[in-house]
């Protein structure tokens, strides 16, 4: 089974500090992404990658910036973390042709 | 007009009923097709995909109808523990591009 592993369940940070949301992942997968969940807006898109530092803006990419620097780490910055940024934070991974999304368990991020 | 809807219900149901959603998509280049099961403040779990002639997994059976655009889930003999939120997920054949429906809560009661 593939595994995707988000470093941290529940986090809570103070407006301005620096936040880092660590995803692994253990299939060797080419794609990762990140998403953000909230109620009414669904899952959108905040950054993809389709290979080691590689990366794409996704639907809503302001505030946030990632890094991959290897295949299986996909690490979500938020820069200055204020608090409309508290969100369910869902990391997954992808192999192309048409194979699914695999989600990590999210990361139920609080900015106060 | 959204990518991918769904009816958000809820649908609530007894215990043992047969149970269907659909769920319509707008893009008729779209190519893969997916149901996911997410349980409260949980993360969205693959539950089955969807192919061309259809498909089962148990009592979980997968539909897809090109021709009107929409993919169907039923769920036949409900449990207690089929009751979340199922999310149909929508690949439009770019590796980035998935689209997600708002998902449709199921209540199953005893």
């Known amino acids: 089974d593939v595994k995707v592993t988000q470093s941290s369940r529940y986090l809570v940070k103070r407006t301005g500090e620096k936040v880092f949301l660590e995803c692994v992942q253990d299939?060797?997968?080419?794609?990762m992404f990140w998403y953000r969940q909230d109620p009414g807006l669904g899952l959108r898109l905040i950054y993809f990658?389709?290979?080691?530092?590689?990366?794409e803006k996704g639907d809503i990419p302001e505030g946030y910036s990632v890094s991959r620097e290897k295949k299986e780490r996909f690490s979500l910055i938020l820069e200055s973390a204020s608090t409309n940024q508290t969100s369910m934070y869902l990391c997954?991974?992808?192999?192309?042709?048409?194979?699914?999304?695999?989600f990590g368990n999210g990361t139920r991020l609080t900015v106060t | 007009r959204k990518e991918v809807e769904q009816d958000p219900g809820p649908f609530n149901v007894p215990e043992g009923a047969t149970v269907a959603f659909n769920c319509t998509y707008s893009?008729?280049?779209?190519?893969?097709f997916f149901w996911y099961r997410q349980d409260c403040r949980k993360e969205p779990k693959l539950l089955m995909s969807?192919?061309?002639s259809g498909n089962e997994d148990g009592r979980f059976t997968a539909q897809l109808n090109r021709a009107s655009q929409y993919i169907s889930l039923l769920i036949r003999d409900s449990k207690l523990s089929d009751s979340a939120t199922y999310l149909c997920?929508?690949?439009?054949?770019?590796?980035?591009?998935?689209?997600f429906g708002s998902g449709t809560k199921l209540n199953v009661k005893p």
């Open positions: 969807v192919y061309s």
């Open positions: 997920v929508v690949n439009m054949g770019n590796f980035n591009k998935f689209y």
């Open positions: 990658s389709y290979d080691v530092k590689m990366k």
């Open positions: 299939m060797d997968h080419e794609n």
């Open positions: 893009n008729s280049a779209s190519q893969s």
């Open positions: 997954a991974s992808h192999n192309p042709h048409r194979s699914p999304l695999h």
